[in-house]
């Protein structure tokens, strides 16, 4: 188990970092701290307590559509859930003002006797100096096995375009919302497999149910044309960092005729001003 290996190290650190594990620092290292410390609160305390605890007031759950975290765990917390759930972030980003950033890696469930594995992408914003979680999905995969790789990105500099004034804000937002509304639209027309390399960054994951994952855009690429999938998605919700470089957005589509849910990390291409897709994940 991830965790059994790591127990005492963690015990350790957990104490070490008690109050200071959600703090959000201007570095992805304050964001991979906030996400261990949430990993090590689902042991200590059960799933429903570290959820709540460490949820913004918003925050959202995918299983597989979005609802309320609180809504949901306020529910489970009045039972024994049953289920023991623990993770290791693998890769994380932050965005150059340090108000919104995600993890991301594989996670272990153990429900009822029974495990289960697969990949989960938490995102975070800083909510009055804390890293607070925003949105949590997972999807179930055949268990990894290969070395771990860690994936931490730092901005290259803290440099952006302050835009003053909720219009200009939401002008972002429907950029991005519009980029991923015309993704799916070009996914779902004739031969629409062809716009995924228009929409990929090189280095995009695909979290895909019930397959291992893939980790650049060639692999990416593979995976569809091995499977013979065919797609077509409708955003329904967005999410941008101030600083204009980090993106989520989430809806629904349609997979070879099979519905799913799905969230997308976009990044923008500083040189072009072009977000490009380096996570797309479905949950069924």
């Known amino acids: 188990m991830i965790r059994k290996a790591l127990l005492f190290v963690?015990?350790?650190?957990?104490?070490?970092?008690?109050?200071v594990a959600q703090k959000a620092g201007n570095n992805v290292k304050s964001l991979v701290e906030a996400d261990e410390?949430?990993?090590?609160?689902?042991?200590?305390?059960?799933?429903?307590?570290?959820?709540?605890?460490?949820?913004?007031?918003?925050?959202?759950?995918?299983?597989?559509?979005?609802?309320?975290?609180h809504t949901n765990f306020k529910k489970t917390k009045q039972k024994d859930s049953g289920e023991d759930l623990e993770w290791k972030p693998e890769y994380a980003r932050i965005s150059k003002k340090a108000d919104l950033g995600f993890t991301s890696g594989r996670f272990e469930l153990t429900e009822l006797g029974k495990k289960k594995f697969g990949v989960y992408l938490n995102v975070w914003k800083n909510?009055?100096?804390?890293?607070?979680?925003?949105?949590?999905?997972?999807?179930?995969?055949?268990?990894?096995?290969?070395?771990?790789?860690?994936?931490?990105?730092?901005?290259?500099?803290?440099?952006?375009?302050?835009?003053i004034g909720p219009q200009k804000t939401q002008m972002r937002d429907d950029i991005v919302f519009g980029t991923?509304?015309?993704?799916?639209?070009?996914?779902?027309?004739?031969?629409?497999?062809?716009y995924f390399s228009e929409f990929y960054d090189t280095n995009v994951r695909i979290y895909f149910p019930d397959k291992y994952p893939t980790y650049s855009l060639e692999e990416s690429l593979n995976f569809?044309?091995?499977?013979?999938?065919?797609?077509?998605?409708?955003?329904?919700?967005?999410?941008?960092?101030?600083?204009?470089?980090?993106?989520?957005?989430?809806?629904?589509?349609?997979?070879?005729?099979?519905?799913?849910?799905?969230?997308?990390?976009?990044?923008?291409?500083?040189?072009?001003?072009?977000?490009?897709?380096i996570i797309d994940m479905y949950m069924e």
Request: glycine share 8%.
């Open 180 to 194: 991923d509304e015309l993704f799916g639209k070009r996914l779902g027309s004739k031969n629409g497999n062809k």
């Open 127 to 163: 909510e009055n100096g804390k890293w607070k979680l925003l949105y949590h999905a997972k999807t179930f995969q055949p268990q990894l096995i290969r070395e771990t790789k860690f994936d931490y990105f730092e901005p290259k500099n803290q440099e952006f375009y302050k835009l």
């Open 37 to 69: 410390s949430l990993n090590f609160a689902l042991f200590r305390t059960g799933v429903p307590n570290a959820f709540l605890k460490y949820a913004a007031d918003n925050a959202l759950i995918f299983q597989p559509a979005p609802v309320s975290i």
């Open 224 to 277: 569809i044309l091995k499977n013979k999938l065919t797609f077509k998605s409708e955003p329904k919700g967005v999410l941008r960092a101030f600083s204009g470089d980090l993106a989520f957005t989430y809806g629904e589509a349609t997979v070879s005729g099979k519905q799913y849910e799905y969230i997308r990390a976009w990044q923008i291409e500083e040189a072009t001003g072009k977000w490009n897709v």
């Open 10 to 19: 963690n015990f350790i650190l957990f104490f070490c970092l008690a109050g």
